[in-house]
């Protein structure tokens, strides 16, 4: 064909030269035209109901500055090498740019952008944070206009990002998004408790997962922002890898009085099942000091909080390093404990191992 057409123009085309009356009906020539168009036809309807939801069903998105998309592309790859997966489980949207062209339907010439927005169930976006280039359009600006239409969107992930405004009310549309992954983020000063508990009122998030590097852990008072998320009703997976967070949830009283002026149903996890912590690191100063537990490379000071099992009334599943067992406190109705790190050696006795200390007496 001479003329570039979208698929769409292609797809209406082909169809209705197909589906129409025209020439002689007794013409070699015209059947065998509407026999080529009718088969062009059906693979148009197969890439636009079949292969491209499959295409964008999970979307990665990430800035173009050279050292970002380096790393992504080598995760990328090597993620292909350990784990093939079939084509379109994972798709690359390099740039925020094309997702908002994507978004708005520039990128292919659909006419109904949020339909095509709708096949993505899964999005992960790496590194939002305010750019320096005032003139660019704002990578929150782009993702908060992007989010909503991604009406079938349930599972969202955030690494090294900025959680703004914006970027939270955008979230708060997503009527089915059932997972959130925050890797490396902060909130925005700008948020306030109120944005918070209308966040938590209107998502219904049945699993967070929240992780920091253990040198670049916010403040305690942005960290409380971040276990304010988990005040949902639905929450029942949490994950964690960073003790700022388990701190703070150890104090997760405080936390409610700071909700009380705005709400009357406040609580942190009390709906959880399952709670995984693994790779907790303390600070330095809890290292190598005398009078600690051992933790292997990693010794714990006398902690100044521990975490009441009453707190959690429906906990069932406990995953968790064995050293990281002491911080538990009190009854329970755990199913499953499972103390992960090295239980999966065949020892003969498990008081050599560093992972597991028992008590003289056990």
Known sequence: MDTKLSVVELHQGSFHVSTSPSGNPSSGVVRKQKKVLGNVALVCKFFNFLAVPMLFRKVRTFPEREEV????????YQLEQDRPVPIGLIRLLAYPEILWLFQSGELFGWSDPPHQCSYIEECVIEDCVDQCDSNSVSYHDIYASALPKMSNL???????????????RSISQLQKLHSLTLVDCTINSEILVTD?????????LQSL??????????????????VLLAANSHLKELTTNSQGFLHCLAHAKSLSRIFQPYTNSFSVCRSLV??????????EEAKGLPGTLPLGAYLLKNVDFSLSLTSFPNLRRLFCPSYLAYLFTGPHSL???SLSQKMDKDVQDLRKEEDLELSADT
Not at 162 to 168: A, C, F, I, V
């Open 209 to 226: 997962s929240v992780f920091f590097q253990p040198a670049a852990e916010p403040k305690q008072s942005q960290m409380a922002d971040i």
């Open 154 to 168: 349930t599972s969202l992930n955030l690494t090294d990002s900025k959680l703004s405004l914006k970027l939270l």
């Open 335 to 337: 199913e499953l404990i």
């Open 69 to 76: 998309l380096n790393n992504n592309l080598n995760h990328v």
């Open 196 to 204: 918070i508990v209308a966040f938590t009122s209107r998502i219904q």
């Open 274 to 283: 399952g709670l995984t912590m693994g790779g907790v690191r303390w600070p």
